[in-house]
């Protein structure tokens, strides 16, 4: 057997060593472009900030450990320039010395990858304007930061630009982003991201939100960012954070499918339209684990895993690729965002089905020192109650949330299920009933009909006139710290007594600040036969859609 | 409908307020022997330690607030002293004026809780000799440290008798525990408790493991500790955690079932021997999820469950308790251990075929800065790959893995299934490699039987002579540094080169840190047709399993 990968980070490096783990007898070709295999991808940003002070820790896996430990042939500084199916060899560019040569192949597996985008706007190469994707990209950014720079534009909101932010302000940067979307992290529900942008403002970040760069030029010392909104930013470092797309260009020019977003098409066992090819990594297209629609989602834990299934597929073992959640994890300046599964908008966007309900608590017990509040948001079928997504955001006790989540929907868990979980519990690591029990209770409440509920965003967007009567039934103080526009003040403890105060041939809406006194009044009043909703998640939710201070 | 409910903590508590949100006609009587209901068991230690300074957080609800936001009749410093099953009523004194009287009741919910045990030993009612079940207790003990003691005696090194270690040096209280196992936190396997004595042992706690208290003396400023070794400890302040004992005298004078350990039986509705009657919280047996075996756990989560499913049940819903997995978690001096489901001895104490790996993962990328090392010990079916317990000791992220363990067996999931996972990975939060996916390869590695597996502890009880041949495949530095016994070195980078030094008659079993080098050596020697076992976990599993510091 002789087996040639292409592309030496996460998903390459994961088949050559698993292919080996496989075979001592089989060939194992691994061609990398750049200079470096199995780089830590996602730690690139931390390198910028001085978080991770030693570039070499950011080189988790030499050519040469490769080489002794796994016997592989590795060939960096080389390009695949053509794939020739039929005589099943590929041509090969030696970078270094410009020699070109075919090398054979029994099995082969792409993995090339995605590339950054750069739009074609004019102006898009000048020398000033960066994109990160490996080591050499990292050099170049740190040089200018460590040369001096004192202003940046990170043109693009996502996961990596968001990152590296953090990381220019880490070395007083003055910063400014610029995101196409009306909000951050554009995989997440908007509501969700409102923490994160506040975080950024009070952080000293400007934030230009629905806006996009139109053209750049050079100006002394730096580069002008023309936006279509007319406005100018100059910054002596541009960093692109836009996006990447698929590196397909090998396999389309070989005739490979491709999927509509460049993704290259694979089975379960990860094999292309060719089954002596297989492809794994942010290049390929996968199936929504959730959604089971074609998707495209470039993250280094299934990319891991897809090299492993690839590798067993090519030896023969019929390893099944299970289709990706989508879980994935920010943090930013002591924030965490992390998110499962499929958010409210990709929800929509599919026409699927589902109801949604929000909690804030505590991330332990609030009763020990250094509670700190998070937001949860859960997605599941009305139907079922099957879990569809989970989005979450706050400090810490995010990401275990997530992780409980993740797994939730990888085993086709219901939010009744959630009710029943027995995490671990002391004060210093949770709750009696932890977050993801709450979000389990609020969810089942709402499906059996104990616990009729009003999603926020859905009673803000009515007409005035025909909103329910809306109750807030926090205390009088909380009340007058600011409440929802046309709301009256019941507190709960007086609800049973004030009950005829309530109109009786309406609607009443009613809302604390997280939900918990807001499903106590619920409870009371349809017991007492009125018709009645809690609006979802309390005044904390409604903060979240309507922010006071809404970023620039 | 009238509901008594006897005892107003974590299940009384629960079982009242959803009852209340099932009905606002019930009349609902909540019967608390002390003054303080729903208050903060699992925080008392920590009060002592003054990490949570202020007492009042502790009572995180008050009668007051029960009664107004709830609307029950909440009668605390009352004791139910009889069950009338027939005339369906109960007697209770009021504890203040001594009034006794009886109250109807068309269901009644016991929520007892349990007592913390003490054995009936000479001296055991000495003034000095403490228990921690109540904020009374707590008043106590803490007058105690307050008034200047230095020194402390704990009988009982499980995870209440820990938690006050902890605090009390952190008051500055010279601590000795006296343990009657051979180990601290008997729930836990006992290797897997090695980084906690270690650690105690570092804080200047004395432990003295296998030996048990066998009478008190009164001797001046404080207690004499007579122990079964023939030992004497003298301390001004002694502390009981030996465990509890179910609350059932109340069960067991009306003639309800009692389990053989003394918890009152209930069905899957929580309904005892008497369709009238409900049990919950540290009082009952329950069904072991994993198991299936009737057991008892007394732990907050689950009460707080089993409030709520006894009201529901009450109130003619059919909800169903699925029992309990035994998560369970303890903090310590900033390590952290944790467990759910079952453990090697109670798997192998219940006859139960099974598996065990180790792994010894960073709990984040070990590329950005701060990553800590954690143990992590799973226990799965031989045949299914279905997992059935796991455990884990180390800094951040054991609680976030042991959650996510306690959902996989939730959902009746494999170590095939931890695989998969897809968990949130950014370097803060976790690796692309999950140590929980890392469990997964290790242990279906074993089930497939790519990487056979021989367990460190049957290693060194297999007498010498028939041992396999034993090879470190470390580096020489690492080897140097101490190996185990008996070994050889060939590090897996030379073995292929080496392998004719090995024999070829005889099993080898190789190891190596933690276990991923020695799988690497598993499978070149494997594929060159040897017989060849990895030693699961490597030499830090040795290191639990010996500890060079065995302590005192």
Redesign the interface.
Known sequence: MKLVIVGGV?GGASAATRA??????AEIVLIERGPDVSF?N??LP?HVGE??PDRA??L?VTPERLR????LDVRVRSSVESIDREGKAVVIRDLASGRVYRESYDKLILAPGAAPIRPPLPGIDLPGIHTLRNLQDLDRIKAVVDGGARSAVVVGAG?IGL?LVENLVYRGVSTTVVELQDQVMPPFDQEMTTPIAEKLAEKGVQLILADSAERFDAVEGGVAVRLKSGRTLVAQLVILGVGVRPENKLATEAGLDVGPRGGIRVNDHLQTSDPSIYAVGDAIEVRD?VSGDATQVP???????QGRIAADNVFGRHSRY?G??G?????LFGL?A?M?GMSEKSLRRAGKAYRKVYIHPAHH?G???GAQSLTLKLMFAPDTGRILGAEAVGGEGV??R???L???I????TVY?L????????????S???PV?MAGFVAAGLLRG?HPQLDFDEFLKMPISERPSLVDVRTPTEFEAGHVPGAVNVP??EL?QRIGELPVDRRIAVYCQVGQ?G??AT??LL??GRDVVNLSGGYRTFQLLRPTTKPD
């Open positions: 996460a080996r783990r496989l075979s001592e007898d830590a996602c730690g931390y978080v991770i820790k950011l988790v002794t430990r796994y016997n996961f990152e684990f993250l280094a834990g299934p990319a891991n895993r299970r990706t959640q879980t994935a994890i920010v943090g965490t992390a499962t017990a009763y020990y020192p990401d275990k997530i992780d409980v993740a797994v939730a990888q085993a086709g868990m299920d009710e029943e979980m027995e995490l671990a519990y002391a004060p210093q690591y949770g009696a009933k932890d029990n104990d709960v403890d049973r006194r499903y106590m409870r009371i017991l007492a």
